[in-house]
Every structure is written in C-alpha cells, then in structure tokens.
C-alpha cells in the first residue's frame, strides 16, 4: 500500500518510514500541509497519515482540502491536549486518530480498520453482521447474542447498527448524534451516553468492562469486534 | 441679554398673575380699602412672589403692582398720569419698599435652599463614605454611591462604565430608570468613553463645550460623562442621565465629582486585591516549580539513563547481540518512555489545574460509564486483579465523565501499584452522595503520611528511594478534580485491614432528568 506520512518532526516521519516500509508498504513523506497536499496530488497515496500541529496550513487545513476532492483514509496524529482539534478532524472527514507518542502495532492496526472500512463501503450494507458472539440482523431488525435474542428499541438498534458498519473506528458523538437522531441534535451528548449506557447494558456481559461498545473520552464511541 | 432658565417662564406668568388677580379682587371691592392699605395688601404679594418663586419675578411682581395700582386706584383712574403729586411719592415709596423686601425674602428662600442642598450634598457624601468603607463587594459599593448621586445630581439613572482588555464596555452598576441609560455597544458610546479614558476629561459635563465636541454625535441628549480617577489613573467612566437639564452649576457638580472620587476608590481597590491575587498565585506557582524542578532533577533522569543505556548498547559495534537481549532492551526502551508520558500528562494535569484552566463539563453520566472509562487502559493483568461492584439503583451522577474516570483511573493505578492483591471498585448512593470507592488489602497508610498524602510530590520526598516507580502527583491531581466538583476525596483504614480512597459526590441539585 502507498502511504502518504506528512509530518513536521523528521523523526517521526523516519521511524514511520522504516516501520511501515517492513510491512511491506511503500512511504511517500511530507514535512508541512502544503507539501502534503502537493505530495498528495503527485503521488496518489492509497491512505494518508496527518500530523495535526503544522507550520503552513495544519493537518484540520489538509483534511478539510483533501475531503473536497477525495475519499482518501486519513488517519490523523495528535498530542492528548488538542481535543478539539481531534475532533474537528474527525467530523471534517478525519477516519481515525492516533494520539502521540504511539507505538507501531498501533498505527497498523489503526489502518487494517480504516481501510477495511473503505472496502466495506464500496460492497452492499450487509443483511447481517457477526461481530464476536452478536448477530446483528438489519434486514429483520434484530440482535442476538449467543442464539438469544435481545430487545432493543428502535433507536439503540440503529446506534448499534451504524457502531457497527463502523466498526474499529472512532466515531464522534456529533456523528453518532447527526446520523441516529437528526442534525438538530448534534450536540446533546447527554442523551447519547444515557442510550449508550443501557445499550451497554444489554449487549456487554459485564457493562462495566465493554468489550465491543468503547468510550473514546471527549471524542465519541468506538465498536471494536473481537479481542 | 436675559436668558430664561427653564421654568422661569412659568414663574413670571404666575407673578404677574397673582398681582392681576388681586387687582381684579381689589377692584370688585370698590373704594372701601384707603390707598395705604392697598399698598400693604400689594407689599403682602410680593413677599409671596418671592418666597415662592425667587427674586426675579419679585422684582416683576413689584413693578407690575405699581403699574397697576396707578392705572386702577390713583386719580385719574385708567391712565398712568397721576394728579397729586404726594401720591407720586406714596407710589414711589411703594415700589421701593416692595423691591426691597421682596429681594430680602428672596435672599432668604435662596440662603435656605442652598442651605438645604448643602445637607443634602454632605448626607450624600457622607453615606457614600460609608457605603464604600463597609461594602466589601465592589459592585454593591458602586451600587451604593450610584444610589446616592441620583438625589443631588437631578440625574433619572447613572452607571459606572469600564472598558475591558478586549475593548468592550461593561456596566459594573447602575441605579434609576435603566431606559435611560446608553447603550454600550454603540459606536458614539465607545468614542466617547474612550475620549473621557484618554483624555480624564468629562464630556457634556462643565459648560467648557471644547473638550466634548471631540466626542461628536453623542447617542441622546441629557447623558453626562465623567471619569472616576484614582491616583491620576482613568479607571472608568461615570455616565448620569439628566435629560432636559443643562450643565450642572457649581454646587452640583462639586458632589458629583466628589461621589465619582468615592467610585473611583472602588475600583483602585478592586485593582489592587485582584493584583494581590494574582501575586498569591504566582508565588504558589512559583513554590509548584521548584518542586517540579528538583522532580525532573530525580525522576526523570532515572527512565532517561535507562532508555540512554539500552539505546547505545544496541548502537554498540562489536559482539552482535541476540535476539532475545534486543527484544529485551527495546522493550526496556519502551515502558521506560511509557513511564515518562505518563510523568508529562500527570504534569500537564496538574499545570492545568492549579491554573484553574481546567473546568469540569459536568453533565449527567450513568456511573458504569466512568467506571467502564476507567478500567478501560489497564493491562489484561491488572484488570484481572480488579473487582467491579455497582450498586444496582444507582442514578446517574452529575460530573465531568472524563475527568472523574481519570480520577478512578489514577486511585485503581494507585492501588494496584503500591499492593499485590484484589482491589475492589464499588460505586454506591446514599440521600446526600454518591461515593466512588478504591479498596486494596494493602499494608495501610503509613500515618506519618495521612497529613500530607494529598500534596504535590510527596512521594518523592518519602518513597524517592523506593522501587515503585511514579510521581507523586496522581493523588494531588485526583482530589484537584474532585474538589472542582465540589466533592471530597479522603483515604480511609478498611475494615479488616487496608486502605478506602473514597470519592464523595453531590447530587446534582435540580434538574435530574
């Protein structure tokens, strides 16, 4: 895979190029936005690492141009303080984030997620979904677990159904709450974690502990498949 | 020329009124009262004249009742030619003696009045010395000279107005009809300020037009500016509404600046607490630093020598190593690195809090979901040695999620770290609080410790040498948030040996849906 790294710390952009070419993928690197974008339009990458603090034009800038004009993954890197940043990306067009320092096994699991997005994306929606022992049937509107059917109201079913089409990935509580609820809604986040909380309490076995349902603190929900 | 004050009008109109009727009484009479009692009865209406309205329109009085008296009581009648030449002198007399005491009574009424005001000024003053020596809280303070001023300035509201660092005009107070007032987002409203600020000259305020023209197209009639200086400094801007009122004379504007002095001791001294406050902080941050130095100087030179240590053993020439040993000292690199992140963040933390940047966006948050949230990033093995115990009524609590999921986060850490067996995570309720509890079957608190366990670095005062690595700053950052919440984080022997770190949080009063 061609991979696009725009980074400002070369450093960086030389740990993620000896990383990433041993996994066998080919690195194009960028020191700021505009080369970035440059080295985008040159290159064609099949996915895009972002750093979000740049000097010329900053990652949300990137993002924000990259998404007039093409369905790219962005994975984008952050340090922990620039929540809003993050999630600014993310509702841009951003397909994930990673906040630094970050190990390797990270990223490349970052990216298997992202990009297995893209494919599914590309398919039908799927009439139904195997995740760990959860079968969700979108066609019927049902849920089981283990053979055992759970009842959920309309509106945790299509919390848990659009959490899993998109699966792995980070998605914000402005995304989950435009999408399920409607755009008026985007920024009552307090209904949202009230209806994640007792979709948790029917689909973990200990909610306390969730396997698929993740808080992403401050940004949104994360539904990840199996361990 | 003679300029009539407002009102003044009306008073020469009531003068000559009085005296017109009169003569229509004295008249319709007839010749029943001598020319000598006339004149008193005339004398007698001047005096009234004047106690009511002044000395002008005593003087008008007095020669409008000689005019009349010689057209409709002196021979002939009807005409202002008089036959006998000892009324001439009777009249002459008449209109000096009523000149003279009605000028007499005037001065009087005058001496009383200004009297009068004069008490009114010093009461005025008086009470809002009192105000500003007992008021504590400036905007009351202000609140109360403002009230003070609307009874001796003639002014129907008044507001003190600052400009703040970013430009904007604030009103601190204001007393009287508030429709009166400016509106501070107009543009004539900031020109004028900022003229009266620059220049610490009042505008529409002296009779001195020079100094206002500057300020152009004032938003209404009748609004007065003053500035509240304090040591030779513009703190803000008094604005009076006197609507349909002049310049004020002399007396008024004299207790009117000395109540805008009072304002202007107000907020000198707001100035200064604030800059004592802010002195305080910095001396406290100060304090932190020099902790946090002397922390660096220790803490993190530790994982710093060991990840140098590994890093340049593997850039060695030489003997190559074997893969195990280099697996070994990368990893060795990594929880090192691991372990100076967490230092940072927990630095940041505390920088964050003890600025007071760090706000808790409290909303309603079901109880699992911060106890989910904390779990969450502990190892399979760690997580293995937590037990998870949620009282099964629990409401949801009002609390920033993330904050109070670090604060969990940091006590579990806290437990698994420094004992080896199960700890137990329990979230109850009762009528007052919902308590968040961290329990390890530890060695107990050391109680040398207890005073001071919640204060920045006190591990690395007490444990520098110990082999548990960490900072000393998860607890000190824990009951930071905690407290912002308004709740109590205290640590607490457990039944049966080992320590409680329990978290006590308010119910959200209120609304609770």
């Known amino acids: 895979m061609k991979i696009l790294v725009v980074d400002d710390e070369t450093q960086i952009r030389r740990a993620l190029r000896v990383g990433l070419e041993r996994h066998g993928h080919v690195v194009v690197e960028a020191a700021d936005g505009e080369a970035g974008l440059d080295a985008f339009a040159e290159h064609s990458p099949e996915l895009v690492v972002l750093d979000l603090a740049m000097p010329r034009l900053d990652g949300l800038g990137v993002c924000r141009e990259l998404r007039g004009w093409s369905a790219v993954p962005i994975i984008v ?29 990270e990223l490349l699991a970052r990216m298997r997620a992202v990009v297995r997005r893209v494919e599914l994306g590309r398919a039908d929606e799927p009439a139904v979904l195997n995740v760990g022992d959860l079968t969700l049937d979108f066609a019927r509107h049902r849920v089981t677990r283990a053979g055992e059917e759970l009842h959920l109201t309309p509106i945790e079913f299509d919390l848990l159904r659009y959490l899993a089409l998109h699966a792995e990935r980070v998605v914000t509580h402005r995304q989950l709450l435009s999408k399920v609820w409607g755009e008026e809604w985007a920024e009552d986040t307090h209904t949202l974690r009230v209806h994640i909380s007792n979709l948790r309490n029917k689909i973990e076995h200990d909610p306390a502990r969730p396997r698929h349902l993740r808080t992403e603190p401050r940004v949104g929900y994360r539904f990840v498949s199996g361990e | 020329m003679l300029r009539l004050a407002p009102g003044e009008g009306r008073a020469y109109g009531l003068a000559g009124a009085t005296v017109a009727a009169l003569t229509l009484l004295l008249v319709a009479l007839g010749p029943r009262l001598s020319l000598g009692s006339t004149f008193m009865v005339y004398v007698l209406v001047v005096i009234g004249v004047a106690l ?22 002196v021979e002939p009648r009807g005409r202002l030619t008089i036959a006998d030449p000892s009324e001439w002198l009777a009249l002459l007399t008449f209109l000096v003696t009523a000149l003279v005491v009605g000028q007499l009574t005037a001065s009087l009424r005058a001496q009383a009045a200004a009297a009068e005001q004069r008490e009114r000024e010093t009461s005025a003053l008086a009470e809002a010395s ?52 400016p509106d501070l987002t107009l543009d004539t409203v900031h020109r004028v300020v900022n003229v009266v600020i620059n220049d610490g000259l009042g505008v529409a305020w002296t009779l001195d037009r020079r100094h206002w023209d500057k300020a152009l197209e004032l938003p209404s009639a009748g609004l007065s500016w003053l ?31 000395s109540l805008a002095n009072h304002a202007g001791v107000v907020l000198a001294r707001e100035n200064l607490a604030r800059l004592e ?10 304090r932190l630093k020099t902790a946090l130095l002397s922390m660096v ?14 890093a340049t053993g593997l850039m060695q020439d030489g003997e190559p190593l074997d893969s195990p040993t280099v697996r070994e000292m990368l990893a060795g690199i990594n929880s090192e690195v691991d372990r100076l992140n967490r230092m940072v963040e927990n630095i ?39 037990a998870v115990r949620l009282a099964p009524d629990l409401d949801l609590v009002a609390c920033d999620p993330v904050q109070m999921a670090q604060v969990l986060h940091n006590l579990i850490e806290n437990a698994l770290k420094y004992t080896s067996g199960e700890i137990e995570v329990a979230a109850e309720a009762d009528e007052s609080a919902v308590r968040l509890s961290v329990a ?10 207890s005073g001071e366990m919640f204060e920045p670095f006190v591990r690395a005062r007490h444990l520098r040498e110990s082999a548990v690595p960490g900072v000393g700053l998860g607890l000190t950052i824990c009951r930071g948030l905690v407290e912002a919440h308004g709740g109590t984080l205290s640590a607490l022997p457990r039944h049966g040996g080992g320590t409680v770190f329990e978290v006590r949080l308010p119910h959200a009063t209120g609304d609770r849906s």
Request: hydrophobic share 50%; net charge negative; aromatic share 2%.
């Open chain 2, 277 to 286: 406050a802010e002195t305080r902080a910095l001396a406290e941050v100060d």
């Open chain 2, 348 to 386: 940041l933390a505390l920088s964050r809090l003890e600025a007071g940047a760090w706000q808790p966006r409290v909303e309603p948050t079901p109880v699992a979901e911060v106890v989910g949230a904390a779990l969450e990033g502990l190892s399979k093995a760690d997580n293995a040695r937590v």
């Open chain 2, 130 to 181: 009192w105000s500003v020596a007992s008021q504590v809280d400036r905007d009351r303070a202000l609140a109360a000279v403002l009230e003070r001023l609307a009874p001796v300035s003639g002014a129907v509201a008044a507001a003190v107005i600052v400009r703040e660092r970013d430009g904007a005009l604030t009103a601190l107070a204001a007393a009287g009809d508030r429709g009166a007032l």
């Open chain 2, 297 to 310: 100087s220790h803490d993190f030179r530790s994982p710093l020598a060991a990840i140098k240590a590994s």
């Open chain 1, 77 to 105: 890197l952050s340090v922990r303080d620039d929540e809003r940043d993050k999630i600014a990306a993310l509702d841009a067009g951003a397909d994930d984030y990673l906040t630094k320092p970050f190990s390797l096994d």
């Open chain 2, 440 to 449: 390890d079957r530890g060695p107990g608190l050391p109680p040398e410790l």
């Open chain 2, 52 to 73: 009511r309205l002044g000395s002008r329109p005593a003087v008008a009085a007095a020669v409008a009742a000689s005019l009349l008296i010689d057209l409709c009581f």
């Open chain 2, 227 to 257: 500035p509240l200086i304090n040591e030779s400094r513009v703190l803000g801007v008094l604005c009076l509404a006197r609507p349909g009122a002049g310049p004020p004379d002399e007396p008024v504007r004299r207790v009117v600046e």
